[in-house]
């Protein structure tokens, strides 16, 4: 089973600042990585897939890179709506794993 | 619009049952393969199983596999999951998702609560 580690656990920004947040993968996934934000009480929403493609209606603050078995999720500028947490999923082999996810927290 | 509404979650004692359903609408559900991923309290994100469109093919996580069953009726584009055998740590809310590309989950339901105690 492939483990996503993702850090940091917590980031607490202020808005108007750059978010990175990583996810570290225990053997290659290729590009195979997605990208989740969720809120509290709601579903998860499709950020990124192929970890740098933009979903449906995602705005373009929010981008994605890497490769292999380091990824990055970057929020360029971080409006009020973006604190929540956010999830790293691959699909590259069963069972589909998910991160620990990322608590983005405002400063 | 795509809508995915779980039911069936609720108190259970230890080694009890439950059947949780995912009714769906705004799209073609025979169409898409179909899983369940679930959250327990203060963890991340766990995908429990799968299940192809037409039914035929599934696959299970370890966790599960054996005490889980996972179903669909196309006729009634809705989605159904089996649990037997509950245990304390099978407590969580549990998500269903719409498959999408191979693997990524596009649509998700907000879930609904297990909560597995005596």
Known sequence: EIVLTQSPATLSLSPGERATLSCRASQSVSSYLAWYQQKPGQAPRLLIYDASNRATGIPARFSGSGSGTDFTLTISSLEPEDFAVYHCQQRSNWPRTFGQGTKLEIK | ?118
């Not at chain 2, 025979?30 to 199983?49: C, D, F, H, I, T």
């Open chain 2, 1 to 118: 619009e795509v809508q995915l509404l779980e039911s069936g979650g609720g108190l259970v004692q230890p080694g009890g049952s439950l059947r949780l359903s995912c009714a769906t609408s705004g799209f073609t559900f025979s169409n898409y393969a179909m899983s369940w991923v679930r959250q327990a309290p203060g963890k991340g994100l766990e995908w429990l199983s799968f299940i192809l469109g037409g039914g035929t093919g599934t696959n299970y996580a370890d966790s599960v596999k054996g005490r889980f069953t996972i179903s669909r009726d196309n006729s009634k584009n809705t989605l159904y999951l089996q649990m037997n055998s509950l245990r304390a740590e099978d407590t969580a809310v549990y998500h269903c998702a719409r498959g999408w590309n191979n693997g990524y989950f596009d649509y998700w339901g907000q879930g609904t609560l297990v909560t597995v105690s005596s």
